[in-house]
Each structure stands twice: as C-alpha cells, then as structure tokens.
C-alpha cells in the first residue's frame, strides 16, 4: 500500500493541502478496517479489498472529499450519507458520504467501512 501514492501521482496532483489531508486520512481509516488498494481511474478513485471495489472517491473538492459505497441494501437510519440512490435495474444503492473533517469518519462511517469491506 505504501506505494500507492506513486499511482495517484497525477490524480492528486494540484489538490488544496486540506482536501489532501482528508484523503490520506479516509485511506488510513479503511487500511484499519483490512488491507485496501486503490484503483485511480479517469474521473474517481476505487477503493478494493482483495477481491473487488468497496467504495469510490468520486470527487477532491476545495475542502471536501466524496466518497460512494456502494451497498446491497439500503441503510436509510443513518447520520452520515447525504443520498442513497439504487442503481437502475439492480440490487444495488450507492450510498453517498462527503467528508469535510476528519472526525466526519466517525464510528458510524467505519461501521460501513467494515460492512462494505466484508460485504
């Protein structure tokens, strides 16, 4: 994992310090939760555990980041997700959370970063 910054070179590149902070912090959180990968892609970053993607860093705003997990239930008695929307034609609702601090990730966030992460 050490070296995924290397990877995200590019992608990260240019980014407010603060929105950067967040970032490394929202990674360091999931690596708590089980070993992560991060898969850079055109217009978001995934996030995987060793067999698939369990959330997307869909934006690095000003002072923000968002992240989707994408979930096969919808978790609406929640404090943390903004939207939940399901996919059309699937068994599948992502899960929208924006984190401007980073106490944002609190323990209900990483009890959804275990569900994703095992799921």
Same mark, same amino acid.
């Given at each position: 994992?050490? =070296?995924?910054? =290397?990877?995200l070179?590019?992608?990260?590149?240019?980014?407010?310090?603060?929105?950067? %902070?967040?970032?490394?912090?929202?990674?360091?959180?999931?690596?708590?939760?089980g070993?992560? !990968?991060?898969?850079? %892609?055109? !217009?978001m970053?995934?996030?995987? =555990?060793?067999?698939?993607?369990?959330?997307?860093? !869909? *934006?690095?705003?000003?002072?923000?980041?968002?992240?989707?997990?994408?979930?096969?239930?919808?978790?609406?008695?929640?404090?943390?997700? *903004?939207?939940? %929307?399901?996919?059309?034609? +699937?068994?599948?609702?992502?899960?929208?959370?924006?984190?401007?601090? !980073? +106490?944002?990730?609190n323990?209900?966030?990483?009890?959804?970063?275990?569900?994703?992460?095992?799921?």
């Open positions: 994992m050490e =070296n995924y910054y =290397n990877d070179g590019s992608f990260l590149n240019g980014k407010p310090e603060y929105t950067l %902070a967040l970032f490394h912090h929202f990674v360091n959180e999931f690596q708590k939760v070993p992560v !990968t991060l898969h850079p %892609a055109k !217009t970053i995934g996030v995987a =555990n060793s067999h698939k993607r369990i959330a997307y860093i !869909t *934006q690095l705003g000003k002072n923000f980041v968002h992240v989707v997990f994408p979930l096969r239930e919808r978790y609406d008695d929640n404090f943390c997700f *903004q939207k939940i %929307a399901q996919v059309p034609g +699937d068994m599948q609702f992502n899960h929208h959370f924006r984190m401007l601090h !980073t +106490d944002d990730v323990e209900e966030v990483r009890d959804f970063m275990r569900l994703a992460y095992n799921s």
